[in-house]
C-alpha cells in the first residue's frame, strides 16, 4: 500500500548557524574595567595650566634703556671746541696782542730815554769844555743823538709788539687745534656711551636669559607633576596591552530539524517494512 509513501517527505534543511562570545579571561577583564575607572577619574579632574611667562628687563638692560636715552653725550664737550674755534678764528687785534706785551716795556723806554739824554748831557758838558756850547757842531751832535735815543727806543717797542704779535697768533692756533680736539673728544665721548651702552645690553640679555631659562623650567616641572597621574595611567595601559592573552569564549549552535508529523510518518514506514519482511513466504 502506498498509503505510507507520502511519509517520507520532509522540510528543506537550512544551514548550522554558530555563534561565538570571545572575551577576555576574568581576572584581566576586571583589570582592564579598573584602569578605565582610574582613567575616567583622571580626566574628570581640572588641570591648572601654569602661565607661559616671560621674564622682564634685566638690571643690567634697565640701565641700558636709561643711558640710551640720554642723548647728546659728548654735546657739551663738542659746543666748547666750537666755542673755541670761533674764539680763535677771529683776527688778531689789539685787545689779542696787549695782553702779551711786555709789562715792563715801559721801564725799556724810559731807560733808553735817560742813557739818551745823559749822553746829551755829556755832549753839552764837552761843548761847554771846548767853548763851542751852543754851535753848529753842537746842534748838530745833540740831534743825531736824539735821533738815535728815539730810533732806538722804536726798535724796542717794535720789538716788543712783534713778540706779543707772535705770541697772540701762537696762542690762535693753539686755541684752533684745542677746539678740534674738544670737538673730537665730544664724538670720542658718545661713541664710548654708545659702547657702554652695547654692553650693558649684551651682558643684560645673558641675564634675562638665564631667568627666563628658569621660568621655563619652572613651568616645565609644574607640568610634569600635573600630568603625572595620566602618566601612571598610560603605563597601566601599556602594561596591561602587553600581557597576557588569555581569552575564553562561548559557542552556541543551531542546526536544522524535521517536524514531529514527518518524524513519525518515517517510524511508521520503518515499522511496515519491517513487518512485511517477517511475513512466511506465499502470504500476502
Same mark, same amino acid.
Given at each position: ?155 724796542? %717797542?717794535? $720789538?716788543?709788539?712783534? =713778540?706779543? /704779535? &707772535? *705770541?697772540?697768533?701762537?696762542? #690762535?692756533?693753539?686755541?684752533? @687745534? ?82 514531529? %508529523?514527518? $518524524?513519525?510518518?518515517? =517510524?511508521? /514506514? &520503518? *515499522?511496515?517494512?519491517?513487518? #512485511?519482511?517477517?511475513?512466511? @513466504?506465499?502470504?500476502?
Amino acid at each position: 500500500m502506498s498509503f505510507f509513501g507520502g511519509g517520507r517527505s520532509s522540510q528543506p534543511a537550512t544551514p548550522t548557524t554558530q555563534t561565538s562570545f570571545v572575551r577576555e579571561a576574568p581576572g584581566i577583564e576586571e583589570r582592564k574595567i579598573e584602569l578605565m575607572d582610574i582613567a575616567r577619574q583622571v580626566a574628570q579632574q581640572p588641570i591648572n595650566l601654569p602661565d607661559i611667562q616671560v621674564s622682564p628687563l634685566s638690571a643690567l638692560e634697565q640701565q641700558g634703556m636709561t643711558a640710551a636715552g640720554q642723548t647728546g653725550v659728548g654735546s657739551g664737550t663738542v659746543g666748547q671746541g666750537i666755542q673755541q674755534i670761533l674764539g680763535a678764528a677771529a683776527p688778531v687785534g689789539q685787545q689779542q696782542i696787549s695782553q702779551y706785551l711786555n709789562p715792563y716795556q715801559q721801564y725799556v723806554t724810559d731807560e733808553i730815554a735817560r742813557q739818551g739824554q745823559m749822553m746829551q748831557n755829556q755832549l753839552g758838558a764837552q761843548a761847554v769844555g771846548a767853548g763851542a756850547f751852543g754851535g753848529g757842531r753842537e746842534g748838530v751832535q745833540q740831534a743825531e743823538l736824539q735821533g738815535r735815543t728815539l730810533s732806538t727806543i722804536g726798535q724796542s %717797542l717794535g $720789538q716788543g709788539f712783534q =713778540t706779543a /704779535l &707772535g *705770541a697772540a697768533q701762537r696762542q #690762535q692756533q693753539v686755541g684752533l @687745534a684745542a677746539g678740534q680736539q674738544l670737538g673730537q673728544m665730544g664724538g670720542l665721548q658718545q661713541q664710548m656711551a654708545g659702547q657702554d651702552i652695547n654692553q650693558l645690553f649684551a651682558a643684560g640679555g645673558v641675564q634675562r636669559q638665564l631667568a627666563q631659562q628658569a621660568l621655563d623650567a619652572q613651568r616645565q616641572n609644574t607640568l610634569q607633576q600635573q600630568y603625572e597621574p595620566y602618566q601612571r595611567a598610560e603605563f597601566l595601559a601599556n602594561l596591561y596591552a602587553a600581557g597576557p592573552k588569555t581569552q575564553s569564549g562561548i559557542t552556541m549552535g543551531t542546526a536544522p530539524g524535521t517536524s514531529p %508529523l514527518a $518524524q513519525a510518518v518515517g =517510524t511508521g /514506514l &520503518g *515499522a511496515f517494512t519491517a513487518f #512485511q519482511g517477517a511475513k512466511p @513466504a506465499g502470504q500476502a
